[in-house]
């Protein structure tokens, strides 16, 4: 009799001890399900600001390349006429380079901006522009420095052959200043084209 009491208190030792341990089962994968969701949310929330970010980031970007774009094309017209003039005059020893800038629009190079490029390389978001962007815009920011490097060297040669007006160093430089001319908008093109390849490829990546 006491053998069977004994048994059937066991029984429902064991009975008991699986139900915590059910119950404690339960609440341990309900915890770590709350854990994974969380987790889960939060990285898709990440996710999702990243990808604002981005955005926001390359949209900036191509509202100032187009700013440049259109700077390019409002004194391209300009820079032509005076290249043109300098090579009909080139040989007219009559007129200085001096005589020539002030029968033309003379030198304008063109402003280009860069502060939003500027502001991502100083950024966190430049971690979530793909590889092939960044190479595209490292290429661009590269030629936005040759350009004002040219720039400084054609404002040099104009400044200095204009000093001297109608004096023999003033009839120096024409054809020189003419051939600079022609390699600074040669460069201003392949901006250009940089720039649309940009747009092309964002708008690629945002179907």
Known sequence: MNTENDKSKSHGRQARIYKIAGRLAFELVTVIAGILIALFVNSLQERRNDQKVLNETLGSLSLEFDKNIDNIKSKAHKLQQFKDTLEFYQKDESLSVYDLTVKSPGLTAVDLYTTNWQVTLSSNSLR???FETITLLSK???????LKDQAAILTSLLY??????NDREGFYHPKVLSSWIGGYMAKENELTVLYDQFKTLITNEGK
């Open 128 to 130: 979530l522009i793909d």
């Open 160 to 165: 200095n052959t204009a000093m001297y007006k």
């Open 140 to 146: 661009i920011d590269a030629k936005h420095n040759e």
